[in-house]
Nanobody
Framework: VQLQASGGGLVQAGGSLRLSCAAS????????MGWFRQAPGKEREFVAY????????YYAPSVKGRFTISRDNAKNTVDLQMNSLIPEDTAVYYC????????????????WGPGTLVTVSS
């Protein structure tokens, strides 16, 4: 299993970024996916979730209305569109494959990508 996130970078508050996670080595279209983030000195936290077919999505309250998760099963990618970014969104963002259990619990995910850094300046 390989997950490679891209699209991170430095952006000013109020700006936008689009993260993309390319997946390979497993039946991508059969698995739900999630995005998590980890800020310096903090625990990794749930950001967004999408079911295998893209029909259901969930978001952390802190990003709901600003972030949108989507997937393309033909391309084996899952994206995270981030708008109205604030400095508190600064973190390393990870995509992950859900194996089961609560969608917002990182223990429910068994494969993780290396992450991509997002820095939001004020």
């Amino acid at each position: 299993v390989q997950l490679q996130a891209s699209g991170g970078g430095l952006v000013q508050a109020g700006g936008s970024l689009r993260l993309s996670c390319a997946a390979s080595g497993f039946a991508f279209r059969s698995h739900s996916m999630g995005w998590f983030r980890q800020a310096p000195g903090k625990e990794r936290e749930f950001v967004a979730y999408i079911t295998w077919d893209g029909s259901i999505t969930y978001y952390a309250p802190s990003v709901k209305g600003r972030f949108t998760i989507s997937r393309d099963n033909a391309k084996n990618t899952v994206d995270l569109q981030m708008n109205s970014l604030i400095p508190e969104d600064t973190a390393v963002y990870y995509c992950a494959v859900r194996r089961g259990g609560t969608y917002s619990d990182r223990q429910s995910y068994n494969y993780w990508g290396p992450g991509t850094l997002v820095t939001v300046s004020s």
